[in-house]
């Protein structure tokens, strides 16, 4: 990835922590942080000049307070500023063409207490042609949604060994590889539907073992390439016998990065979040990156 990280802000808590998870990925990765501000849009048809200059101001200072920190904590970091007075969707998405990677934080000023995602990072992890990194704010945690504990970073993907995703698999790898994380592979199975009917009460522990030792090498085989375009990844596999989404959020609960992926949907201009994606975006409590693929 050799263009600039975006990250949206808003003055929200999450926004700030989605600012600092930004700098230290576009510092890991060697390229600018765009920090980038849109003014809600006001109510009525003609809104007053003086207005519009105010919302400038408001912006001008939230980004500057936001640079003199970051500086203070990446000094070598190239940082760039923008401004828009479009709706926050539409300016981020128009702004993430010249990204490669767009990061917000769950939720911004907005909303109601206690919803977990707002709808701006919900439409922009759903449509955004680059890579998004939805950012947690967790009081009193690490800045930027990074982990405060103690060993190694942990990057977890979603993976199906029966369907690989090249854009989604090289994201998670080598995010693992610029942080020095170990990477953790989940797949989550089923048992065969041709094997298990309505009639059948019981499933043998040789059947269950046989599918599961099934599934193992079906991932190992499927990994191969990233195993050898990323040798200095360490990667673990789980296999589970358990619903997508929970297998994924089992796995990340202690993890510093979560990765899916997104079907990009050509015919449908809205785009679309799939049921596991969405159930993560909403529970998850580790930042999550949402990787837009076309298979």
């Known amino acids: ?24 990925e576009a510092a890991l990765r060697g390229v600018p942080l765009r920090l980038f501000h849109a003014s809600p849009p006001l109510p009525g048809a003609a809104v007053p000049t003086a207005a519009l200059d105010r919302l400038h101001q408001m912006g001008d200072w939230l980004l500057e307070r936001l640079v003199t920190g970051l500086g203070d904590r990446y000094p070598d970091l190239e940082v760039q500023v923008g401004q828009a007075d479009d709706a926050p969707a539409a300016a981020l998405l128009a702004a993430a063409r010249e990204a490669g990677l767009l990061v917000l934080g769950t939720r911004g000023t907005g909303g109601f207490e206690g919803l977990a995602v707002g709808s701006v990072a919900l439409r922009t992890a759903a449509v955004a ?6 950012v947690p704010h967790r009081p009193g945690g690490h800045p930027g949604g990074l982990s405060s ?17 090249g854009e989604v698999a090289d994201f ?10 170990r990477l953790r592979v989940v797949q989550a199975w089923a048992f065969p539907a041709e094997s298990v009917s309505s009639r059948t009460l019981v499933v043998t522990e040789e059947d269950r073992a046989m599918w599961e030792d099934q599934e193992v090498l079906l991932l190992s085989d499927a990994l191969r390439a990233w195993h050898e375009k990323y040798p200095r990844v360490a990667v673990g596999v789980d296999v589970m016998l358990l619903h997508p989404a929970e297998a994924l959020l089992n796995a990340a609960r202690s993890a510093d990065l979560l990765v899916v992926g997104r079907r990009t949907e050509p015919r449908a201009a809205e785009g679309r979040l799939g049921p596991v994606t969405h159930a993560v975006l909403h529970h998850a409590r580790c930042p999550v990156a949402v990787v837009p693929h076309g298979g």
């Open 172 to 181: 998670a790898f080598s995010s693992a590889e610029a942080r020095g994380a």
């Open 1 to 24: 990835m050799r263009q600039p990280v975006l990250a949206g802000v808003d003055g929200s808590e999450s926004s700030a922590a989605a600012a600092h998870w930004a700098a230290r």
């Open 149 to 165: 504990a103690g060993g190694t970073a942990q990057v977890v993907l979603g993976f199906d060994g029966h369907r690989p995703v």
């Open 129 to 134: 042609p680059c890579p998004v990194v939805l």
